[in-house]
């Protein structure tokens, strides 16, 4: 039976890739206007940023979010994140707060748009107006 299971798994097509969730790597980031919880307006960004596009509801963005805020303690250039209709969640932006700048925009807002982003949690280093890098970068354990 356990040879049926194998051959059959075999034949079977692979599945689906998963559809990108930002702007692919290299594409130059699109123009935005947002304003951080704390009054500041962005316009562009400094090589190296991470922008970390999170959601309330998204469990995954919550297993992310240790991950991330650790990377900001540590970075070189303060992070920034995103939430999108986090408005609904004033508590998740108040911890942020703590660490990073924060945006609260819609589905369809500035930084949104510009990136591309498509669904969360999406991790994006900009360097040159440039998608630089995908994904959250590692932490250095000890550093």
């Known amino acids: 039976m356990t040879f049926g299971i194998v ?3 075999r034949e079977s097509p692979p599945a689906p890739a998963l559809p990108p969730l ?3 790597l290299g594409a130059e ?3 935005f206007s947002a304003v ?14 991470l922008v970390a596009f999170l959601s309330p509801g998204c469990a995954p963005c919550h297993e ?20 999108i209709d986090g408005a609904d969640d004033p508590a998740l932006a108040a911890r942020l707060e703590a660490v990073v700048p924060v945006v609260v925009e819609p589905r369809d ?5 510009a990136f591309q982003i498509t669904g969360t949690p999406a991790f994006v280093t900009v360097e040159g107006g440039r998608v630089a890098l995908l994904g959250l970068p590692p932490v250095a354990v000890g550093a």
């Open 7 to 9: 051959r059959r798994l």
């Open 22 to 24: 930002t702007a692919p």
């Open 29 to 31: 980031v699109g123009a």
């Open 36 to 49: 951080t919880t704390s009054g500041e307006t962005i316009t562009s960004l400094p090589d190296g940023t």
């Open 64 to 83: 992310k979010l240790p991950d991330f805020v650790e990377y900001a303690g540590r970075a070189a250039v303060r992070p920034l994140a995103v939430l």
């Open 109 to 113: 807002g500035s930084l949104t748009e």
